[in-house]
């Protein structure tokens, strides 16, 4: 095993591979606080990749009702339960990861779902936790539930990958998107049991695994994602992550998650350094956040509720445009951002313009009902 630095635990790691971050890494934050659960970025995702044979269970985007939903059912629970006492001392993570607590006969501390927790891609939609007890209000809602979006991470250190004995994983230099070599695979769903987050996903038609493919062909025109673009909340900002130490204060990505600290890793302690970022929701219980995205959640929740006039500039540009962008600033009256040429993309005020409309518009001679 290699020792390679995880920043999301802020320390070594062991993993079968040595470290080697991509030119630039793909990446996208999630305001959970904005998302209707519309299920239109699942739908616009399987629109273009997972609507054929054999891919009926192949959700490679969904959006699931925490704490009881998951695609696969309890993805997540059941992992959580083998890796044991999961700690941390400050920003440091003191348990073990999918990697470090591993039995002899595997390279990744996993399982593998049920046919059953397959068939049900939105179980418990909308099934809060909690009690009812007549007046709830922040900071924690007494009747909770909260929407989690859910693609690939595109991991740094992907499970996935570590897990495949055919070596048919890999991660792009050029980008950070990992994928299936499709000639390679053999269908021995290593992944499926060693990627954390359930996102590897096998086809019985072909027998080979097929995961998400970050819409790279859209990528490499500057494109955001088919989930990103179609998302109706305006919940997603994808762009380019630096490693940290590394960051651009300019760039959207570098900005949420290495300066505001405002959007957080899912599930940092599995260890595989995901680069998908969640704006935790303000109204759930902070300790169930803190097992999802780790120490740091008060923190963001703050920045989120009181924002800087760069974040509350920066939060308005989420969905804005179909180019992916590569730098912002905010002036006194607008958002601002900019592509990968320094070419202006949009350009969004701080302040919506309010209009009152008389009741009575003399130019047409009608009366206006006032209609919410
Ligand atoms: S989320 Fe899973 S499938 Fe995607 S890169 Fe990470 S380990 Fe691999
Ligand atoms: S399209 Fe956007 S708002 Fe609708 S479920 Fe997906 S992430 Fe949430």
Request: hydrophobic letters at 30%.
């Amino acid at each position: 095993m290699a020792k390679v630095f995880n920043w999301h635990l802020n320390r070594e790691m062991e993993y079968p591979y040595e470290g080697s971050r991509p030119d630039k890494q793909f990446a996208i934050v999630f305001n959970i606080n904005r998302c209707i659960g519309c299920q239109t970025c699942t739908m616009a995702c399987r629109n273009t990749w997972t609507f054929n044979p054999g891919q009926e269970y192949m959700w490679w985007n969904n959006v699931e009702t925490k704490p009881y939903g998951g695609y696969p059912h309890n993805w997540d629970f059941k992992l959580l339960e083998m890796m044991g006492e999961q700690s941390w001392n400050g920003d440091t993570y003191v348990g073990k990861t999918i990697f470090e607590d591993v039995p002899d006969d595997k390279r990744v501390l996993g399982h593998m779902p049920t046919e059953e927790d397959w068939a049900h891609p939105n179980i418990y939609e909308d099934t809060p936790a909690g009690e009812f007890k007549g007046e709830t209000e922040l900071p924690e809602h007494d009747l909770w539930m909260f929407y989690l979006q859910r693609t690939c991470n595109h991991c740094t250190y992907p499970g996935c990958l570590a897990a495949c004995p055919r070596k048919a994983i890999y991660k792009r230099k050029e980008d950070g998107i990992v994928l299936v070599d499709q000639e390679r695979c053999r269908g021995y769903r290593e992944c499926v049991q060693g990627c954390p987050y359930k996102k590897a996903m096998y086809r019985p038609t072909t027998r080979i695994t097929e995961k998400c493919i970050g819409c790279y062909p859209l990528n490499e025109q500057d494109l955001g994602a088919r989930c990103v673009v179609a998302c109706v909340g305006k919940i997603r900002l994808q762009g380019w992550l630096s490693a940290p130490g590394e960051g651009n204060p300019e760039n959207p990505m570098d900005y949420l998650v290495h300066e505001a600290k405002v959007a957080l890793p899912l599930y940092p302690q599995f260890g595989t350094e995901p680069n998908l970022y969640y704006i935790p929701p303000r109204w759930a219980p902070r300790k169930f956040l803190r097992q999802l995205f780790g120490p740091n959640v008060e923190d963001a929740i703050e920045r989120y509720t009181n924002p800087d006039k760069t974040l509350f500039g920066l939060l308005r540009l989420f969905g804005t445009t179909p180019t992916l962008i590569s730098r912002f600033k905010v002036t006194d009256d607008d958002a601002v951002g900019f592509d990968r040429a320094n070419r202006e993309l949009v350009r969004v005020p701080l302040d919506e313009p309010f209009f009152v409309r008389p009741e009575y518009d003399a130019q047409y001679d009608v009366q206006r009902l006032n209609e919410p």
